[in-house]
């Protein structure tokens, strides 16, 4: 059974950080490529960040230099550290992992950024 488990989400004030992980089983994890989306109240989904089977990442134009991607495959979960949070980052933070052929998500996490 395929499973993705985000943590890691709550509420932060404005300039703080947050560290999400994916913790997933039930398929190759080494073999996927590994996205966070996220999704603010009232918009559709954007791709935040992205991880490549070999480690290659690649970041929206509006968390480049906030966000990082990593994995770990010993540990089949992938992280997204926060940093220097903006109100603009609220939502619901999803994990997906992708192939050619598969595509699985998460439940997402919640991320507030407020004061």
């Known amino acids: 059974q395929v499973q993705l488990v985000e943590s890691g989400g709550g509420l932060v004030q404005p300039g703080g950080s947050l560290r999400l992980a994916c913790a997933t089983s039930g398929f190759t994890f080494s073999s996927y490529a590994m996205r966070w989306y996220r999704q603010a109240p009232g918009k559709e989904r954007e791709l935040a960040a992205r991880?490549?089977?070999?480690?290659?990442?690649y970041y929206a134009d509006s968390v480049k230099g906030r966000l990082a991607i990593s994995r770990d495959n010993a540990k089949n979960t992938v992280y997204l550290q926060m940093n220097s949070l903006k109100p603009e980052d609220t939502g619901v933070y999803y994990c997906?992992?992708?192939?050619?052929?598969?595509?699985?998500w998460g439940q997402g996490t919640q991320v507030t950024v407020s004061s």
């Open positions: 997906n992992a992708y192939t050619s052929v598969y595509n699985h």
């Open positions: 991880i490549g089977t070999g480690g290659n990442t």
